[in-house]
């Protein structure tokens, strides 16, 4: 649940992105980083291990502007992908508010993207919460490798897979050169702020 | 979550038992890793949001180790610098409060003051 501050005025919104190691989740964020670094007055935090997978998370906080007489402040996590760190992605899911999920579109990642939706929904499910009741955004991650040649899932495949009873937005995206990276961030910030409204009086 | 009247009244539990009493700075924040109040004594730098974030996560991974080897949480959470050390104390179910501190002040002392503060707060709350 979204932190409001009724006496500094300032509302913090929690944002997840999450899904399988290596679909692009900590790319995400960098470019976001980088894109708006003169507007961003925090650093960004990566826990990295030493060959620069995601350890804990990474965090990313920027200011929007106002809402309501609210500052409003969006926070952005990413999970570490990796399955055996379970535990973790589920402490970083604590007191989420909108979740983006990262899917990798190479064939190969096909099952590890499912199991991770499935994985993510029971993790929710620890904190009391329904993924069927968070904002949610999807991304396809990765498309510019269909013209590389490379072997990739069609996006109407990954739409069954993924999306065919959640039915929330999704996004085919290039993490990496930055296609999609904001479109994505604004549907899912727009989707929280509008699950939160009211609880800004 | 607080109304404006906790608010001001946990900044100044805050103040007077720690800031006052020489401590660097404080930060409240809850377990979702957001910082609810922050002080300091006037010459501090710290990003506090990445300090928040940072410091939830090391709590909570705390939190889940005891839970492993059968502790219901480990009571004191304390990290000793060079210069400073950092104090850890969970105030209500969802809520934690860090306090850094020079060396001129014992660990003794710091922990006589916090548990004065979180007691208050928890008094703030339930009133
Ligand atoms: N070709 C391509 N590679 C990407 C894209 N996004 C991320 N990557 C690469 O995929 C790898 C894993 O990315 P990372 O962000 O660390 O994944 P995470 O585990 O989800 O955080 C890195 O080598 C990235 O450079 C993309 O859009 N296209
Ligand atoms: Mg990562």
């Given at each position: 649940?979204?932190?409001?501050?009724?006496?500094?005025?300032?509302?913090?919104?929690?944002?997840?992105?999450?899904?399988p190691?290596?679909?692009?989740?900590?790319?995400?964020?960098?470019?976001?980083?980088?894109?708006?670094?003169?507007?961003?007055?925090?650093?960004?935090?990566?826990?990295?291990?030493?060959?620069?997978?995601?350890?804990?998370?990474?965090?990313?906080?920027?200011?929007?502007?106002?809402?309501k007489?609210?500052?409003?402040?969006?926070?952005?996590?990413?999970?570490?992908?990796?399955?055996?760190?379970?535990?973790?992605?589920?402490?970083?899911?604590?007191?989420?508010?909108?979740?983006v999920?990262?899917?990798?579109?190479?064939?190969?990642q096909?099952?590890?993207?499912?199991?991770?939706?499935?994985?993510?929904?029971?993790?929710?499910?620890?904190?009391?919460?329904?993924?069927?009741?968070?904002?949610?955004?999807?991304?396809?991650?990765?498309?510019?490798?269909?013209?590389?040649?490379?072997?990739?899932?069609?996006?109407?495949?990954?739409?069954?897979?993924?999306?065919?009873?959640?039915?929330?937005?999704?996004?085919?995206?290039?993490?990496?050169?930055?296609?999609?990276?904001?479109?994505?961030?604004?549907?899912?910030?727009?989707?929280?702020?509008?699950?939160i409204?009211?609880?800004?009086? | 979550?607080?109304?404006?009247?906790?608010?001001?009244?946990?900044?100044?539990?805050?103040?007077?038992?720690?800031?006052?009493?020489?401590?660097?700075?404080?930060?409240?924040?809850?377990?979702?890793?957001?910082?609810?109040?922050?002080?300091?004594?006037?010459?501090?730098?710290?990003?506090?949001?990445?300090?928040?974030?940072?410091?939830?996560?090391?709590?909570?991974?705390?939190?889940?180790?005891?839970?492993?080897?059968?502790?219901?949480?480990?009571?004191?959470?304390?990290?000793k610098g060079?210069?400073?050390?950092?104090?850890?104390?969970?105030?209500?179910?969802?809520?934690?409060?860090?306090?850094?501190?020079?060396?001129?002040?014992?660990?003794?002392?710091?922990?006589?003051?916090?548990?004065?503060?979180?007691?208050?707060?928890?008094?703030?709350?339930?009133?």
């Amino acid at each position: 649940m979204a932190l409001v501050n009724v006496k500094t005025k300032e509302v913090k919104v929690k944002i997840v992105y999450y899904g399988p190691g290596r679909g692009g989740k900590t790319t995400n964020l960098e470019y976001i980083n980088n894109t708006y670094r003169n507007q961003i007055k925090s650093e960004m935090v990566s826990l990295k291990t030493q060959d620069d997978r995601t350890l804990f998370f990474d965090f990313l906080p920027f200011d929007i502007g106002r809402i309501k007489g609210f500052k409003v402040i969006i926070q952005l996590y990413t999970v570490p992908g990796q399955v055996k760190y379970n535990a973790t992605r589920r402490l970083v899911l604590k007191g989420v508010d909108g979740i983006v999920f990262v899917a990798d579109i190479q064939k190969f990642q096909r099952k590890r993207n499912i199991e991770s939706l499935n994985q993510l929904y029971e993790n929710l499910k620890t904190h009391n919460l329904d993924l069927f009741e968070l904002p949610l955004v999807m991304q396809y991650n990765k498309v510019d490798l269909a013209n590389k040649g490379e072997d990739v899932i069609p996006t109407k495949i990954l739409q069954q897979d993924l999306n065919s009873v959640l039915r929330v937005p999704a996004f085919e995206a290039s993490a990496l050169g930055g296609g999609n990276v904001m479109k994505t961030l604004k549907k899912i910030i727009s989707m929280t702020l509008a699950s939160i409204q009211d609880q800004l009086f | 979550m607080f109304n404006q009247e906790q608010l001001n009244a946990i900044d100044t539990i805050i103040k007077s038992h720690l800031i006052d009493s020489g401590v660097e700075n404080v930060i409240y924040i809850d377990l979702a890793g957001n910082s609810i109040t922050q002080h300091d004594n006037g010459n501090s730098t710290l990003d506090y949001m990445a300090f928040a974030a940072l410091a939830a996560g090391n709590f909570a991974a705390v939190d889940a180790m005891a839970k492993l080897i059968g502790e219901s949480e480990f009571s004191l959470l304390f990290h000793k610098g060079e210069k400073s050390s950092i104090h850890f104390s969970k105030v209500t179910e969802d809520t934690i409060l860090i306090t850094m501190f020079p060396k001129t002040i014992s660990l003794g002392i710091v922990r006589l003051k916090v548990a004065k503060v979180v007691t208050e707060i928890n008094e703030i709350c339930s009133a």
